[in-house]
Structures are given as structure tokens and as C-alpha cells.
């Protein structure tokens, strides 16, 4: 795991600094090649490996300021160049030509980061330069005299050397790239699992709202009605409006809050919803109505003897509660939902704080 923690690290610093790795690895190519060059005497390659590391070392500062457009195309005039130039003096067979293909997953990965749309044709404008230079040198130089010749142990490590930098360009900028898309692949995920989440929750107490919470009633009706048995209690704050025109909505979110965790510890296994403002649903799956009646007495009470602390202040507050089972005779959820709202409204009407789970009359 600590393994795996050290390597996610390196690869959100690598793809975070993209820009800044790159022409800081670019400036050390060239001061090795710079090295290399001295060896083996090519007397014009030093002096344009020393302007191309002044290149990396101006590049470094721009990208530290962000000014990422100017390092891109510093990046490749000065790679087509070099190629081009160092080509020209240690001939064909030393494989400067190998850079120019070091520089297409360059262009490639930051050209899709800095174009949008229309523009991104620029990378393939790019490419296209970039494969025509490669063609230009090869019927150029192919088989032709070097100006300068050097031995095969300098020949042999220029090849390698400029080979190993295409190999590595080429794995290194797709690694980046696919852990780049994994990332913002399982960031989406997560925003939309945020976003489906948010359409079924209420943010305030995170119970469920309307959208949530009507499939699963919907869900439970459709089965065999003997089996799924369930029953409703539809709930409403006391007083709520007194207690906002008091103390503050602040206060009256807290009074919610606090009712609610108290819904969700003693309703365990139960789906709870916020169907508006102060009122709570609460879908009883497998429960008959006298043990639903005891549950939703002994919650009640709960209620009523827990008030909400809100700033050193003791807010009481109790719950209206309707009550009813599911039956035959309601075939949408809305219908069942009706019947306990109107049983809490008739508890309401005839003092508040209390259980109603039958139907009173007119």
C-alpha cells in the first residue's frame, strides 16, 4: 500500500508539472549531449547544445509562470533544429534523426492540452512538418559523408542515446497519459455518483427526498402485497415556523437536524425521506401496524423528552406522526401517503404531539 501511495504521488507531481519535467529533462539531454559532443571534437553541435540548455533553462522560468503556448513551441523548433543541424554535421548514421520522433508525443500530449476544437488541427500541422523534416533529411543525408566524422564508440553512443530518448518519450508520455485519463475517469465517476446522489438526497439532512424515495414504495407495491408488507408514517415538526420566527432558520435547520439523526438511530433499516420543509416520511418495510404503532409512540416520545441544543439554548420541539399499513386498495405510493398525511394533519387539528393510525372521521 505504501508502495502504491509513493507511486500515485509521483504520477499527480509528474502530471501536474508536466510542462516543467519535460524541459528540465530536455535541458539534461543536452548537457549530456554537450559532453558528448566535446569528446568527440564537432565543434558547431557545442556550441548549439550550450544555446539549447540557455533554451531549457528560459523555458523552465516560463513554465514556472505558466506561459505554457511559448515552451510548447520552444520545444519543438528547437528539437527539429538540433535534429536538423546535427544531422547536417555528424551525418545520418549517428541517428539525430531519432529526436524528431522523440518530440511526437510531446506534441501530441501538451498540443491536446493547450488546443480546444478547431485549433487541435495545429497538432496534426505539426506532425505532418514533423514526418516531411524526417523524409527531407533521409533523402538528403542517407548515405552521404558526414562533415564531421567521429569514431564508432562516439557513433555508437549517439545512436543509442538518441534511440533511448524516442523509447523512453514514447513510454513515458502515454504512461502519463493513461493514468491522466484514469484519473479523470474516476473523477467523473465520482462527481456523477455526487450528482445521482444529490438528485436523490436532501443536503440538509442527507435522508432521501421525493425522487429517492417514491421508486422504493413504488417497488414494494408491486411485489406479492402479502409478502412485502410495509407500512407509512408520515411525521411534521410542531410549531416549526415558531421556532424559525424565534430562534432563526439557523435554529430551525439545527431542530431538523437533530430530529432527523434521532429518526435515523432509532428507525434503523428503514428508508427515511425529508418530503418537504418539516416534513419526514418513513417507509416501514416488514412491520404491521401494531408494532408499527409502538415504534412510532416510543419516537415520538424521543422526541419530545431530546430537545435540540442551539447555541447553550434548550429548543424543544415535538412530532405529529399519521400512521398507516399497506393494503389492497392503494396502488400508487402517493395514495398510502395521502392517507398518513391526512392523519397527521388530523392530529394537527386536535393538539399536535401525537400518534394517529386511524381515521377520525369529518
Not at 9 to 23: A, D, E, Q, R
Not at 156 to 180: N, P
Not at 323 to 346: G, H, T
Request: charged letters at 20%.
Amino acid at each position: 500500500m505504501k508502495e502504491n501511495s509513493v507511486f500515485e504521488k509521483l504520477m499527480h507531481f509528474l502530471i501536474h508539472n508536466s510542462f516543467l519535467v519535460t524541459v528540465t529533462v530536455m535541458g539534461l539531454v543536452h548537457a549530456t549531449l554537450l559532453a558528448i559532443v566535446i569528446l568527440a571534437g564537432v565543434t558547431p553541435l557545442i556550441s548549439m547544445n550550450i544555446l539549447s540548455v540557455v533554451v531549457y533553462l528560459f523555458c523552465i522560468v516560463l513554465a514556472k509562470f505558466g506561459h505554457m503556448l511559448p515552451v510548447y513551441l520552444s520545444l519543438i523548433v528547437e528539437v527539429t533544429s538540433y535534429a536538423i543541424v546535427s544531422t547536417y554535421y555528424t551525418g545520418w548514421e549517428c541517428g539525430s534523426w531519432c529526436f524528431l520522433f522523440s518530440i511526437v508525443p510531446i506534441i501530441i500530449y501538451f498540443g491536446a492540452f493547450l488546443f480546444k476544437g478547431n485549433q487541435r488541427w495545429f497538432i496534426v500541422l505539426m506532425l505532418v512538418v514533423n514526418f516531411a523534416v524526417y523524409v527531407v533529411l533521409y533523402l538528403r543525408f542517407d548515405g552521404a559523408e558526414a562533415l564531421f566524422r567521429v569514431t564508432p564508440l562516439i557513433r555508437d553512443i549517439l545512436i543509442l542515446f538518441s534511440s533511448f530518448m524516442m523509447v523512453f518519450a514514447t513510454i513515458f508520455y502515454s504512461m502519463i497519459y493513461i493514468y491522466a485519463s484514469e484519473m479523470e475517469k474516476t473523477s467523473l465517476e465520482k462527481k456523477n455518483e455526487k450528482l445521482t446522489a444529490d438528485a436523490k438526497e436532501d443536503a440538509l439532512t442527507n435522508l432521501l427526498n421525493r425522487r429517492g424515495f417514491l421508486p422504493l414504495i413504488g417497488s414494494y407495491m408491486e411485489g406479492d402485497r402479502s409478502y412485502n408488507h410495509f407500512c407509512i408514517a408520515f411525521c411534521d415538526i410542531d410549531n416549526f415556523k415558531r421556532i424559525n420566527d424565534s430562534y432563526g432558520h439557523d435554529c430551525g435547520d439545527e431542530v431538523l437536524r437533530h430530529i432527523t439523526k434521532m429518526i435515523k438511530k432509532e428507525m434503523q433499516g428503514c428508508s427515511i425521506c425529508r418530503w418537504g420543509g418539516e416534513e419526514i416520511i418513513i417507509l416501514m418495510k416488514d412491520y404491521d401496524m401494531e408494532v408499527a404503532k409502538v415504534k412510532m409512540e416510543y419516537l415520538r416520545k424521543c422526541v419530545e423528552t431530546n430537545p435540540t441544543v442551539f447555541f447553550n439554548k434548550r429548543i424543544n420541539a415535538t412530532i405529529t406522526i399519521g400512521l398507516e399499513e399497506s393494503r389492497e386498495i392503494y396502488n400508487d405510493p402517493e395514495e398510502i401517503i395521502k392517507v398518513a398525511d391526512e392523519r397527521m394533519y388530523y392530529g394537527k387539528q386536535h393538539g399536535k404531539n401525537i400518534l394517529i393510525y386511524e381515521d377520525m372521521g369529518a
